[in-house]
């Protein structure tokens, strides 16, 4: 009685959370000054945030530096060991400009090549489709079908002077300030880059401070099994994150490295600029290849389309790869969740956060799955319906049951290992 009693709190607890949240988020998104006032709020922390962006993104390039530039410091001087810090910090910020220099030279001079290749050739098919024309429009049936085009031509040309006169020329003027505030946006990202940077040396800096310091708030502020808790959540987070966004971009260097290798050695238009393309979309689970693919695809279409079915075959041979292969070794069972739930994770935050939410919606549905999940076993247990989480894991994942050894006519039905708990439901 007293466990139902304990159950129902927390369940009213959670359904008046909910409450509260759902209608704070109400009041924030239908008042339109609260709504300005938490946009300026969230402008005056962009560049932290994306100070916090970066440096997470780094975190592991300064550690490989300063482990190697550690040997350096063989009596251990407190002093000499923050200037090798300092030193690794500032030498994967370098490597980060380095790299995104290298993909702007890559990508502006190829996009620009590109264009202009693209224009020469549209120049050409349209001289040859008018000669076509002009040969055809002698025959008899060519006669008729230039009159229709005449007319089709005389409608088309009335309605763009139309539209030209009654949604352009009115609207002149809040177009060029939809320019000026694209260039003042540009800008923006721009001054919230740079002050980023500065914010992420500080981090990088301080982290295991800064670590130690909300450590103390969250002891000071939780009993100590429910900060126990908090702090098991924030270091599983963590591993999912870094896990599958670190494992996601050294996978997407080294099928941009294939693709470029490939694409140089065969001749095709483009290697370097079709290869970032590649690379960089493949970041994107699920649909990140054929992004990459399809305007690859149309640039060398535009110099050889025997070149353009070649690279076709190349790409889905290499996505095989690097599906099979690849992803499997780097990132491992990084977010252990299944492909329906990959792909509903990137519709779902895809949609509310775009390109971002395709990147990060699925190490963020992951540990939302894995709350969840640990929490639905926990309520069997205390139910002590332990047998049904064995039966589920020898029915759908055979190999973990043989793993842990515990069938369900077993003695230690009801006593499995915590890591295995926690895998049953994935």
Not at 41 to 53: Q, T
Not at 169 to 192: E, G
Request: aromatic share 14%.
């Amino acid at each position: 009685m007293e466990k139902r009693k304990k159950y129902l709190e927390w369940l009213g607890f959670i359904a008046a959370a909910t409450f509260i949240i759902c209608f704070v988020g109400t009041i924030f998104f239908r008042i339109e000054p609260l709504r300005k006032g938490l946009r300026g709020f969230l402008h005056i922390l962009m560049p932290f945030i994306y100070g916090a962006v970066i440096a997470y993104l780094l975190k592991p390039v300064s550690l490989f530096f300063e482990k190697y530039l550690q040997k350096l410091n063989r009596n251990d001087n407190p002093k000499a060991a923050s200037i090798i810090r300092l030193v690794s910090i500032l030498l994967s910020l370098l490597f980060f400009l380095v790299v995104i220099t290298l993909l702007m030279v890559a990508v502006v001079p190829g996009m620009a090549s590109s264009i202009t290749t693209l224009v020469r050739s549209m120049n050409s098919y349209v001289n040859q489709f008018q000669e076509w024309l002009e040969g055809y429009a002698q025959t008899e049936y060519g006669k008729e079908i230039v009159a229709v085009l005449e007319q089709g031509l005389e409608t088309l040309t009335d309605r763009l002077q139309s539209w030209l006169k009654g949604d352009i020329l009115p609207n002149l003027t809040s177009y060029i300030t939809r320019v000026t505030d694209s260039f003042s946006v540009l800008f923006d990202i721009l001054k919230n880059f740079g002050l980023g940077m500065i914010v992420a040396v500080y981090l990088m800096i301080g982290w295991e401070k800064f670590g130690a310091q909300a450590k103390m708030i969250v002891y000071a502020m939780f009993p100590k099994k429910a900060a126990e808790w908090i702090q098991y959540e924030i270091h599983f987070t963590d591993r999912m994150f870094s896990g599958f966004i670190h494992g996601k971009i050294l996978d997407s260097a080294i099928v941009g490295i294939i693709c470029f290798i490939f694409t140089a050695f065969t001749g095709m238009p483009y290697a370097l600029l079709v290869s970032v393309i590649v690379g960089v979309t493949n970041i994107i689970p699920f649909f990140g290849p054929y992004m990459g693919m399809i305007p690859s695809a149309l640039l060398i279409l535009t110099s050889s389309p025997w070149k353009c079915l070649v690279f076709l075959v190349f790409i889905v041979i290499l996505q095989q790869i690097d599906g099979n292969v690849l992803g499997p070794r780097i990132l491992g069972e990084t977010v252990g969740i299944s492909s329906f739930w990959i792909l509903f994770s990137i519709l779902f935050f895809g949609s509310i956060w775009g390109l971002v939410g395709m990147i990060v919606g699925v190490p963020l549905f992951a540990v939302i799955y894995d709350l969840i999940s640990r929490g639905v076993r926990d309520l069997l247990r205390k139910r002590h319906q332990e047998a049904m989480l064995v039966k589920y894991t020898e029915r759908f994942y055979p190999e973990k049951a043989a793993a842990t050894g515990k069938g369900s006519g077993g003695k230690n039905a009801g006593k499995k290992s915590r890591a295995a708990q926690e895998r049953a439901d994935k």
